[in-house]
């Protein structure tokens, strides 16, 4: 059948069109793919986590002259034991926490002492570290850590009527806790990085809540509705992760004997180590992954110290930046490398050699010892009352010397 030669003309035309609405449909395909990938690229990018500074039993503190370690000086996810670099980066294998945060702030990687943390970024090069982290009868109470605080940034410690002046009362998911808004820049911070921490801490049943900011002070200021409308969010995954302590109850009477043989620890422990426990001493369930073991010292006249095992990958950044942290605990300055050897003493326990340390502050002493095994660092330490820890004092020393460990190295 022959077309119409007004059919014939039209057909280019038809044809015209079909391939413009070919291309366009090609054209719309590509971009919808284009996106697609851009996206995914996006959200990949988001997922990784930023280097976070940070670390536990080497949580480093202040350095000499007052300047915080790393790029960030917030770390400190523990109340007042000053942490920042830790060398492993991968999250805990510890209870694990969900929560809310604001949607600019950046994630980093966690560590065996944060359970969340972040970096926000401002103008002008400007940040603020924020983190949380959670540990077991914390050294020295709210006032202390708070007043820990204040020494990072340089600022004089307050007495408990200074305290309820310059905090508030802020609601957690774990219960009441105390927030406090410090402005103040160490000598030799970066101001871009440092000058304000804005802290709360909440105490139950035996554990103590951390969540901390601190960075660049505009910036600190501006991130403070977001960083309590977050801290409102913080849930544990697992909430029996970190029981109450035992209480003074169950300790173990005393015997005639100074010392009572017992094998590695029946909570926390894996066998790794054996000592003996001095009577009185009591076991109780160690709060997190990072602690090993855990046991309460209990004087006559009722106040308490603790005895924390615990145990690390590598060297958790050095003697002094593990000394410069304990001396924190109890409000003494940093040293430098000269001032830590004096300081030092050795112990034997077995083949092995522990280094000691003993400081003094205004409210706590403490005593620890540590020593590398194979690949890992064991610390041992002691805190507590000045007189409950001179008391003890030779119980810890016997209590080290007994350390075996059973895996060889």
Not at 7 to 24: D, F, I, N, R
Not at 114 to 126: I, K
Not at 144 to 149: H, Q, S
Request: proline share 8%; glycine share 10%.
């Amino acid at each position: 059948m022959r077309l119409p030669r007004s059919s014939l003309m039209k057909l280019p035309y038809c044809l015209l069109g079909c391939l413009v609405l070919t291309v366009a449909a090609c054209k719309q395909d590509r971009e919808i793919k284009v996106y697609h990938v851009a996206k995914e690229a996006a959200l990949s990018a988001a997922a990784q986590p930023a280097p976070a500074s940070d670390a536990h039993a080497g949580m480093p503190g202040r350095m000499p002259g007052g300047a915080m370690p790393g790029a960030v000086a917030g770390g400190d996810p523990h109340a007042g034991l000053s942490a920042e670099q830790l060398a492993a980066a991968s999250p805990p294998s510890g209870p694990q926490c969900s929560d809310t945060p604001a949607a600019h702030w950046k994630k980093q990687a966690l560590s065996p002492m944060r359970l969340a943390s972040y970096l926000v970024a401002g103008d002008g090069g400007g940040s603020a570290d924020i983190s949380f982290s959670i540990l077991r009868q914390a050294p020295g109470g709210t006032l202390a850590n708070v007043n820990r605080w204040r020494d990072q940034l340089g600022l004089p410690p307050v007495d408990d009527a200074g305290l309820k002046a310059t905090s508030q009362a802020v609601k957690t998911s774990f219960g009441e806790g105390v927030l406090v808004d410090l402005e103040g820049l160490p000598a030799g911070a970066d101001a871009t990085k440092d000058g304000r921490l804005i802290g709360a801490i909440a105490d139950n049943a035996g554990s103590t809540w951390f969540f901390k900011m601190r960075g660049n002070s505009v910036l600190t200021a501006s991130e403070k509705p977001n960083f309590i409308q977050w801290l409102l969010t913080v849930k544990l995954a697992v909430a029996e992760a970190f029981p109450a302590p035992a209480a003074p109850a169950a300790m173990a009477p005393a015997t005639p004997a100074a010392m009572v043989p017992a094998a590695a620890p029946a909570v926390g422990g894996d066998g790794s180590v054996t000592w003996q426990v001095p009577s009185g001493w009591t076991l109780v369930p160690a709060a997190s992954a990072m602690r090993y073991a855990t046991l309460s010292v209990v004087a006559a006249d009722g106040t308490k110290g603790e005895v924390a095992v615990s145990r690390f990958p590598g060297d958790v950044g050095g003697d002094l930046m593990n000394v410069n942290r304990w001396r924190q605990q109890v409000s003494l300055p940093a040293v430098d490398a000269a001032g830590l050897v004096p300081l030092i003493s050795r112990l034997t326990a077995g083949p092995k050699t522990l280094l000691l340390i003993d400081v003094t502050g205004l409210q706590a002493r403490l005593v620890a010892g540590w020593t590398r095994h194979g690949a890992d660092t064991w610390f041992f330490k002691f805190i507590g009352p000045d007189a409950l820890v001179s008391e003890q004092k030779a119980n810890f020393t016997a209590f080290l010397e007994s350390v075996r460990f059973t895996k060889p190295e």
